[in-house]
């Protein structure tokens, strides 16, 4: 038994409106404010962008908890000499090929007995960049560190200032963990 046209638009109406599958009132404003991921003024945005910032901002939160925690473990294992195996908490932040260009530099100063003395590396500032992701990046970072009061010491040569160093980290999702898997980095003048 066919079913009348008119029945049949009715219950694609109603099958639309239970789905939540409106279009927006062309008349309505936005009640929200949306700032661009890379920084810059909030501007008005609607509740579907809003919320999609929202989710955005908590990996970007998520992404600034890793990078924190690994580089006080980079800070640590600088200051006892290097380290011959990742550690524990390097293997929870690090994956990849960051983990092993990191793993090269500190078997390098636990060979050569090179250490870090003096003031705390400091995180000058630390922001988005997600003009600089690569294919399967989740979250983009940019960063400049100054160890400028430090000092590296390696026997039998002369001390030397650590310095500036900025990074722009790549950021995964492996086995439901995040995890920087890359890193682009030079040594600067200042932060």
């Known amino acids: 038994m066919a079913i009348p046209k008119s029945a049949a638009v009715i219950a694609a109406l109603i ?19 949306c700032t661009p991921s890379d920084g810059g003024t909030p501007q008005p945005c609607y509740k579907a962008e809003h919320d999609l ?12 908890a ?14 006892i000499g290097g380290v011959d195996k990742p550690t524990p908490t390097l293997l929870e932040v690090a994956t990849g ?14 060979e050569t007995r090179t250490v870090l003395v003096g003031a705390p590396i400091r995180t000058a500032w630390l922001k988005r960049e997600p003009k600089s992701a690569t294919p399967g990046t989740l979250v983009t970072m940019h960063d400049c560190r100054d160890a400028s009061r430090s000092t590296l010491k390696t026997p039998g040569e002369a001390p030397t200032s ?26 600067v003048d200042r932060c």
């Open 15 to 33: 099958a639309l409106a239970a789905s939540g599958c409106t279009q927006p009132d062309p008349n309505a404003k936005p009640t929200y404010a």
């Open 53 to 64: 910032q929202a989710k955005e901002d908590a990996l970007y939160a998520e992404a600034e």
């Open 66 to 79: 890793v990078y924190r925690k690994f580089v006080a473990e980079e800070e640590r294992i600088y200051r």
């Open 97 to 110: 090929k960051f983990l092993r260009d990191s793993m090269t530099i500190y078997r390098a100063t636990k």
């Open 162 to 187: 650590a310095g500036y160093t900025s990074d722009i980290l790549h950021f995964v999702r492996v086995d439901g963990v995040m995890k920087v898997s890359d890193a682009l980095g030079d040594v």
